[in-house]
Antibody, heavy 117, light 107 residues
Framework: QVQLKETGPGLVQPTQTLSITCTVSGFSLTSYYMQWVRQTPGKGLEWMGFIRSGGSTEYNSEFKSRLSISRDTSKNQVFLKMNSLKTEDTGVYYC???????????WGQGASVTVSS | DIQMTQSPASLSASLGETVTIECLASEDIYSNLAWYQQKPGKSPQLLIYYANSLNDGVPSRFSGSGSGTQYSLKINSLQSEDVSIYFCQQNYDSPYTFGAGTKLELK
């Protein structure tokens, strides 16, 4: 059974770094691309970036300067790190599996993040 | 960036009705269009990919069509469990942009 679960801090202060872990089961990270998408009140759903099955990454240029996606295949985990957080980064952050046709066929339940002092 | 314009923003329909949601891309996306359904408090779920291919397990009352820049999602015989927000997304070119969503409610 394919499962994805995000864990994150909940509350982050402005200018600080956000770290979220996506733990997956039921499939191998070396066989699928994994993507991060966020949903914010201001901009709705936004594609943030992905990590390919081989480990290389691609980012939305909107976030490129402050976003990093990585993984630990031995732990079945994918990581999102984003620095210099602003209040506008408040939202729900999702990890999702990408199929061979480039769409997201499995999603985590989302990690709610509030950026506030 | 490719802009995805979804319409209507909200829609109210009765049980058993047929509804259609439209998505307009700012340039040709060659059918690289997916539809997602997001139920209240849940994550989005894939309904349709490549404009008209039904994802596994999705009821056949859902269908997608379109080409070029114009796409649509049709729901036949509306059921109560279809109350959701529906999003389109183009996966043709980075950044892979989403529509703003259509909120479907029961009349």
């Amino acid at each position: 059974q394919v499962q994805l679960k995000e864990t994150g801090p909940g509350l982050v202060q402005p200018t600080q770094t956000l770290s979220i872990t996506c733990t997956v089961s039921g499939f191998s990270l070396t066989s699928y691309y994994m993507q991060w998408v966020r949903q914010t009140p201001g901009k709705g759903l936004e594609w943030m970036g992905f990590i390919r099955s081989g480990g290389s990454t691609e980012y939305n240029s909107e976030f490129k300067s402050r976003l990093s996606i990585s993984r630990d295949t031995s732990k079945n985990q994918v990581f999102l790190k984003m620095n210099s957080l602003k209040t506008e980064d408040t939202g729900v952050y999702y990890c999702a599996r990408i199929t061979t046709v480039g769409v997201m066929d499995a999603w985590g339940q989302g990690a709610s993040v509030t950026v506030s002092s | 960036d490719i802009q995805m314009t979804q319409s209507p923003a909200s829609l109210s329909a009765s049980l058993g009705e047929t509804v259609t949601i439209e998505c307009l891309a700012s340039e040709d996306i060659y059918s690289n269009l997916a539809w997602y359904q997001q139920k209240p408090g849940k994550s989005p779920q894939l309904l349709i990919y490549y404009a008209n291919s039904l994802n596994d397990g999705v009821p056949s009352r859902f269908s997608g069509s379109g080409s070029g820049t114009q796409y649509s999602l049709k729901i036949n015989s509306l059921q109560s469990e279809d109350v959701s927000i529906y999003f389109c997304q183009q996966n043709y070119d980075s950044p892979y942009t989403f529509g703003a969503g259509t909120k479907l409610e029961l009349k």
